[in-house]
């Protein structure tokens, strides 16, 4: 079930019948300049992902939702580490489309991500990679408790050259109280 966080504005799971939405997000120039997929995605590559999602990850739609319009703001996921010693730590990938930037989508998805990490999923690291040049997401992730661990050089190709990144990341001591 979805969390409703204004009127029309939902946060939920995200569903299999989401693939356009999705696909509509991640092809705008500005969201696939900040992240690191590729514009040249398909429909059917959306499609595919979402019929099957792992377990491990958690991914989640911001919708702007009534009886005329149903429209995908923004996405989050966050995908728990497999590997037996990294059990403890989850990564985030979140989206917002380019007309949702400052209208707190990106909150209210962090909002989801943490709340679930924290009191579901008892993870003690969060972390994430995000464009140097990004202030605005930098900042948001600031707001949750986030610091920068470091830069990424040369990290990713955008643009016709290569970028820094920095490495984020929100650590908890298993015994902390919330």
């Known amino acids: 079930m979805g969390k409703a966080i204004s009127t029309n504005i939902v946060v939920r799971p995200t569903e299999p019948y989401d ?12 969201v696939y300049r900040q992240t690191l997929a590729l514009p040249s995605q398909s429909l059917h ?6 019929s099957d999602i792992p377990s491990h990850v958690h ?5 702007f939702d009534n009886d005329d319009e149903y429209r995908i703001m923004g996405n989050a996921a966050l995908t728990i580490e497999t590997a037996v010693r990294r059990r403890h ?8 489309s380019t007309d949702s930037h400052g209208q707190g989508i990106g909150t ?3 909002q989801t991500i943490v ?8 993870l003690s690291r969060l972390e994430l990679q995000v464009y140097t040049d990004n202030t605005p997401a930098i900042t948001l992730y600031e707001k949750f408790g986030f610091i920068n661990e470091g830069t990424l050089r040369n990290y990713a190709y955008r643009d ?7 490495m984020m990341a929100r650590t908890k001591n298993p015994s902390d109280t919330n």
């Open 45 to 50: 590559s959306w499609e595919k992902r979402l």
């Open 19 to 30: 693939h356009q939405g999705l696909y509509d997000l991640y092809r705008q120039p500005e």
């Open 160 to 166: 016709g050259k290569l970028c820094d990144l920095y």
């Open 115 to 122: 709340d679930l990490a924290d009191n579901w999923l008892g």
């Open 108 to 110: 209210m998805l962090m």
């Open 59 to 63: 991914s989640f739609v911001a919708l």
């Open 89 to 96: 730590a989850g990564s985030i990938v979140i989206a917002v």
